[in-house]
């Protein structure tokens, strides 16, 4: 009886695992799959806030040019240095010693404001005469001296000298030694008009150490107002290359006044400033142009 039984569970196992090995007529579905979608279009990065950057890293807009102007030949009349001394901005005037208003017109653009040296006369190359006070080749270094003793006790105290004339004694290298030596000694600086291209006062102010610096521009050397105009703007090419430009006009040419009353405010918003001339040895070192 037992044997009976074990063998009709024998064949119900077999039954079973029969059953389950035969394959099913009713549809498997699938599992479901992942959806088939395109790949995404690359899409445009999203702008990035910028780097902060520190304020010393910032670039810095360019200096506006300098500007220097110097009136020369003043002390002939108060009546020809007015106009410049009405001139809203700083400038410096060079006067000529011992002529008949030479100490009124000084005192007077010194009680403007304004920077005074001495026009010192030298000996030109050709026959014209430098007037009162001249230096010249013939003159010792006594008596260059004397000459620059006299002529500066002549009017209230100057920053420094420039040239009036002078190509026979600025090509001279004995004669500029002297010069400069005193002057050097006396505090002052010297403007080189550059009456002649073959000055020697570059080369012996480094040689004197003297502070020193060159006339860029003659505004009026034609004084006729287009011409000013045009001499002005070659002065302002040259403060946007070098950082500056040294500008000479003169007392006796009033339509050079009134060129800059009228052309200051422009110049101004532009972003050119004036300043004394003695001002200009504080950017010496930082203008991107010096002539050698």
Same mark, same amino acid.
């Given at each position: 009886?037992y044997?009976?039984y074990a063998?009709?569970?024998s064949?119900t ?10 394959p ?6 699938p599992?479901p799959?992942?959806?088939?979608v395109? =790949?995404e !279009?690359p ?5 990035? $806030?910028?780097?902060e950057v520190?304020? /010393?890293?910032? *670039?810095?807009? @360019?200096?506006?040019g300098r500007?220097y102007?110097?009136?020369?030949d003043?002390?002939e009349s108060?009546?020809?240095?007015a106009p ?6 700083p400038?410096?005037?060079a006067?000529?010693?011992h002529?008949?208003?030479s ?6 653009a010194?009680?403007s404001?304004?920077?005074?040296i001495?026009h ?8 014209a005469?430098?007037?009162p006070?001249v230096i =010249?080749? !013939?003159?010792?270094?006594?008596e260059?001296r $004397?000459?620059?003793?006299s002529?500066? /006790?002549?009017? *209230?105290?100057? @920053?420094?000298v ?8 600025t090509r001279?290298a004995e004669?500029m030694?002297?010069?400069?030596g005193e ?17 020697v ?7 004197v150490g003297?502070p ?7 505004l009026?050397?034609d004084?006729?107002?287009e011409?000013?105009e045009?001499?002005?703007?070659q002065a302002?090419?040259i403060a ?21 009353e ?11 400033r004036f300043?004394p001339?003695?001002?200009?040895f ?9 002539r050698d």
């Amino acid at each position: 009886m037992y044997t009976l039984y074990a063998l009709l569970v024998s064949l119900t196992v077999l039954l079973v695992l029969i059953l389950l090995a035969v394959p099913s007529d009713e549809p498997h579905e699938p599992e479901p799959a992942e959806p088939d979608v395109p =790949a995404e !279009a690359p899409r445009e990065a999203p702008p990035e $806030a910028p780097p902060e950057v520190a304020p /010393s890293a910032v *670039p810095r807009l @360019v200096e506006p040019g300098r500007l220097y102007l110097v009136i020369d030949d003043a002390g002939e009349s108060l009546e020809q240095i007015a106009p410049f001394l009405k001139l809203e901005f700083p400038l410096t005037v060079a006067v000529l010693p011992h002529l008949r208003h030479s100490r009124e017109v000084a005192e007077a653009a010194a009680e403007s404001g304004r920077e005074l040296i001495l026009h010192q006369p030298m000996e030109a190359e050709n026959a014209a005469d430098p007037g009162p006070g001249v230096i =010249a080749l !013939a003159n010792s270094r006594e008596e260059i001296r $004397a000459i620059l003793d006299s002529n500066l /006790s002549s009017l *209230p105290p100057v @920053v420094g000298v420039n040239n009036h004339m002078g190509s026979r004694v600025t090509r001279d290298a004995e004669t500029m030694q002297a010069v400069l030596g005193e002057l050097h000694g006396r505090g002052l600086f010297f403007l080189d008009s550059r009456t002649t291209h073959q000055t020697v006062a570059p080369r012996v102010a480094v040689e004197v150490g003297i502070p020193f610096m060159e006339r860029d521009v003659f505004l009026d050397h034609d004084p006729q107002r287009e011409a000013i105009e045009a001499a002005l703007q070659q002065a302002l090419t040259i403060a946007d290359t070098q950082g500056h430009a040294v500008m000479i006009g003169h007392a006796m040419v009033s339509e050079l006044a009134e060129v800059f009353e009228e052309i200051y405010p422009e110049l101004v918003e532009r972003g050119y400033r004036f300043e004394p001339l003695s001002r200009y040895f504080e950017h010496q070192d930082n203008d991107e142009y010096s002539r050698d």
